[in-house]
């Protein structure tokens, strides 16, 4: 089996230190790596409302509505972004619905 990638600008270092298992885990889903994608641009910490907004834009051919953003915040908040997390990609602050800490911007 091939070694899977997973560069992220400023988390390399913790990026390669992931299992095939735990690069497989996280990547299998669109909204993972569409969410992944989103931090990659960004050097600030990002709202939830903002990345599912931004997720919902770039899986989506039309506008996203309120509802389909709700849907998208709601999945990322109880599934993906904890995950992304649990594997030291992120700091997502679940408590004020807030990734503080994205690929790009190195952890203090």
Avoid: C
């Amino acid at each position: 089996m091939t070694d899977t990638t997973l560069e992220l600008p400023g988390k390399e270092s913790k990026a390669n230190d992931l299992t095939e298992s735990e690069r497989h885990r996280i990547l299998a889903s669109e909204h993972r790596r569409t969410a992944l994608d989103v931090l990659a641009m960004r050097t600030d910490p990002v709202d939830l409302s903002d990345i599912a907004r931004s997720v919902a834009a770039q899986e989506s051919t039309d506008e996203p509505d309120a509802e389909t953003v709700e849907r998208v915040a709601t999945s990322l908040h109880h599934a993906h972004l904890p995950a992304i997390a649990d594997v030291g990609l992120i700091d997502y602050d679940a408590d004020a619905n807030r990734v503080v800490s994205s690929p790009r911007r190195p952890r203090s």
